[in-house]
């Protein structure tokens, strides 16, 4: 189960076949082999054994997939952190990863080296620097090429052992390290291959951060067949599409924000997009607005994963979405989700509560922090902290996360009904439902919009349309706030507690 193991099987059986295609570099599998050797090369050149974490904090690169793949291949375990990370936030986890080396942009290069302190495991020359020059610090480009591309000496690496630590997005609090094994990777590689009905023949295309767990949901199932694996270094939604068209890519995994705004972008068009056969959606619950509109401009490709890093998820699968595109979905195979109350009792379908699954995908704990994790596995079940009912049939619909949860005068207010709504008057592009503090009722709801390019709105026409449409009294909102953009984590998760603080402090927003 060593995921190291299958860059060189590629490169031994299919070498000439394309691996990867970013920008107007296009590497064979053989091209990526080599790359792969000399990055293990390097870090075991620098004394690192395994079991050592190496971080990696640059944007998207087509650097990142061999990066991956050679520290798989030495045995070390790797750390994708955000590039947007500063100061204590960035120290603190590579502090808690015990971090021992790492590669960033020479950007995030100067912030690292503002904790140099801080950062004991870290010497100056385990560091470097992607993209560009650093005075002090070595080039990664020079690294490499100075290595050899002879495969590596070989490590004994256990399905059991660790592959990564990927931190959590963080949108409601500090972030944690959940530890993944090869074992869980090789589960990525086949369950999801599976899924999404992949072969070596599909062709991948990922737009979104590299460093967010949802890229693994394709780049997994694509190493493992051997697929062409396209990448796009930022997102830009015409770019998107021209990709797709060009490189006749068949599987591609975004998230709602990234989907909204290809089908709103001018260079739009069903004939331009006719080779995906897959259009998967996760990170957040796609409006049923938005999943209307895509099912018809695209009809018969669109699958939604609901799940967390640390292994629970359900998938609705593309011939599921006409009877149950309300939910999202059921678990797969091997998988077991419930829905509980809060003494872990198992709610009947139509109940809402506490959402709960095991699986041999679910993480062996988050790092270093045994206290965590016995909160949130119990009896070998992960408590996944969201909200949501299973229906007659079995399939989970999702209504909130329990801490975006809204206690309005002792009444339960899930912010996704009113965004629902907010969502289908003309003009809105995104909508985001939050809670603020309130003298009467505790907390009340506070919309906010990211409009529609050229389509005028004002806070009072778009109060009075939610306030008339919601079902009950409770759900009205106090406002509705127009942004020019949300803001955003690494993974494209939007930031309530972030606009929520704004809204306090009077910034950013116009009412």
Not at 468 to 473: E, H, L, P, S
């Amino acid at each position: 189960m060593n995921i190291g193991t299958l860059v060189p099987r590629h490169a031994r059986y299919r070498g000439d076949a394309t691996a990867v295609v970013c920008g107007d570099e296009r590497l064979t599998w053989r091209d990526l082999a080599t790359r792969v050797n000399r990055v293990a090369n390097v870090f075991q050149s620098l004394g690192l054994v395994k079991g050592d974490a190496v971080a990696i904090a640059t944007p998207n690169a087509v650097e990142l997939l061999e990066i991956y793949w050679g520290l798989a291949q030495a045995g070390l375990v790797s750390v994708p952190l955000s590039p947007l990370l500063r100061g204590s936030a960035l120290s603190v986890l590579l502090n808690d990863a015990d971090v021992k080396a790492i590669i960033t942009s020479a950007d995030v290069a100067g912030e690292v080296e503002k904790v140099r302190s801080e950062l004991p495991l870290l010497p100056p020359h385990r560091h470097l620097v992607l993209g560009g020059s650093v005075p002090g610090l070595r080039s990664y480009a020079d690294a490499v090429a100075a290595a050899s591309s002879d495969a590596p000496p070989a490590v004994d690496i256990a399905g059991s052992d660790v592959y990564n630590i990927v931190y959590s997005s963080g949108t409601t609090g500090t972030p944690k390290g959940i530890v993944h094994t090869h074992d869980i990777r090789a589960g990525y590689c086949t369950l999801f291959a599976n899924a999404w009905r992949m072969t070596p023949e599909s062709v991948v295309i990922h737009a979104g951060s590299l460093v967010f767990n949802g890229a693994f949901l394709t780049l997994m199932p694509a190493l493992f067949l051997g697929c062409k694996y396209v990448l796009q270094c930022h997102f830009d939604a015409a770019e998107f599409i021209a990709n797709v068209e060009r490189e006749q890519v068949t599987h591609v995994f975004m998230v709602p924000s990234q989907i909204v705004a290809v089908l709103n972008s001018p260079a739009f068009s069903r004939e331009r997009l006719a080779s995906l056969q897959m259009l998967g959606s996760v990170g957040a619950p796609l409006h049923a607005e938005h999943k209307a509109r895509l099912t018809s401009q695209l009809p018969g490709i669109f699958h939604e994963l609901y799940g967390l890093t640390e292994g629970v998820m359900t998938i609705l699968d593309r011939d599921q979405v006409s009877a149950k595109g309300d939910s999202v979905g059921c678990a797969p195979p091997f998988m077991e989700v419930k829905v509980c109350d809060e003494q872990g009792v198992e709610q009947p379908a139509g109940e809402v509560g506490e959402i709960v699954g095991r699986g041999p995908l679910l993480m062996p704990g988050y790092h270093k922090r045994p206290d965590l994790t016995a909160h949130a596995i119990r009896d070998g079940w992960m408590y996944t902290g969201d909200m949501g009912f299973m229906d007659a049939d079995g399939f989970l619909h999702l209504v909130d996360r329990k801490k975006d949860l809204i206690i309005s005068g002792g009444v339960n207010v899930y912010p996704r009904d009113i965004e629902e709504v907010l969502v289908t008057h003309p003009a809105v592009l995104e909508a985001a439902v939050f809670g603020v503090p309130d003298e009467k009722w505790g907390e009340t709801p506070l919309g906010a919009v990211v409009l529609k390019s050229g389509v005028a709105a004002t806070s009072g026409e778009l109060k009075a349309f939610v306030n008339a449409r919601v079902g009950a009294r409770y759900q009205q909102v106090r406002d509705v706030a127009i942004l020019s953009a949300f803001p955003r984590n690494a993974a494209g998760k939007v930031l309530k507690r972030e606009m929520r603080a704004e809204y306090w402090e009077g910034k950013a927003v116009k009412i």
